[in-house]
C-alpha cells in the first residue's frame, strides 16, 4: 500500500501513537461511523503503473520474477538504472552481466539472471534462477527457483530448491539446500549435508532471556562450520501471509496448521516447540 497524506495526518499519531498498520488500524478508526463526518479521505486508483510491498519471501520471490518478466517496465534488469553495472538482454528472459566463465555442458533455463565474474562449472544447470557477482556453481550442480546473491560458493554435486542464499555463503559439495530456506550471511554448509525444507540459518538467534538475537555457536556443528539453525521470537505468530516457504510446507493441511496457532494461543507454548511440531509435519509430507 501507498499512503499519500496531508500534513495534518501527523496530528492524528501525536494524539494516538499506538496505531500499530496505518491501513488496518488509523484509515478504520477515521473512517468509523463515530468520525466519518469529520474527516475526509481522497483517493486515486493506478490503474497503469507498478507497484508492490516485499514484505517476506514469497513476496520477494514475486516482485523479482515480476521484473524479470519485464512486468515493472521500465525498471527492468537491463535498463541499470539502480547501480554500476552492463546487465545485457538475451533471448527467452535471460539477463547476463559480462564478464562471465561457462564451462561445457552448462545448462541456463529461461527467467535467469547471472552476475558479472561468476563461474558456472560444468555439467552445473541454473533453472529459473538468479545468481549473483563472483559467485561459482560446481559441477554437476543444479539451482533451482532460487536467489543466489553475491560471492556464493556452491560446491560440486548439490541442489539448491527454492530458497535464498545470502552474499558470502558456502554450501559444499553433494549438500542439499530443500525448499524455503534462507541461509543468512556467511554460513557455511559442510559437506554431504541436507538442510531440511524452512530452515532459517543465520549466525544470530533469538535468546529469550536476554529477549535479544545473540551469535549462534560459534563451534563447528554436524551441518556447519558457521552458523546454526536461528528462531523467531516467541510472540511471533505463523500467519497465513508468513507461509512463504517449500513445496512440502504446503502439503500440510490447513486444519493441522489452526490447530497448532490455536494450540499456541491458548497454552502460550514456546515457539521452539511449536515450530519442532511444523517440521514434523513436514516430515511426515
Known sequence: HINICSEHVLEF???????????ENFVNDITSPKSIFEHKIYYHELSAAYCATISNLLSYKQVSKDVIQRYAHPV?????????RNYQFAANLKYIENPISLEKNFFISEECVIG???VICEGAQIIHSTI???CRIGKNSKIENSFIWGSVKIGDNCQIRSSLICDNVEVRKDSVVESGCVLSYGIIVKEGQTIPANSIISLYSYNAKEDNYVATNTKPTELFEMGDFSFL???????????????????????DIKKRETKLEEEEIEVD????????LIKEA
Do not use: M
Request: glycine share 4%; proline share 2%.
Open 233 to 255: 521470537k516467541k510472540n511471533h505468530r505463523i500467519t497465513e501471509e508468513d507461509r512463504i516457504t517449500g513445496e512440502a510446507f504446503w502439503k500440510i493441511e490447513e486444519r
Open 76 to 84: 527492468v534488469i537491463d535498463s541499470n538504472l539502480l547501480c554500476p
Open 132 to 134: 549473483g557477482r563472483d
Open 273 to 280: 516447540t511449536f515450530y519442532q511440531e511444523i517440521i514434523e
Open 116 to 118: 558479472s565474474k561468476s
Open 13 to 23: 499519531f501525536r494524539d494516538a501513537i499506538d496505531y500499530e498498520n496505518l491501513n
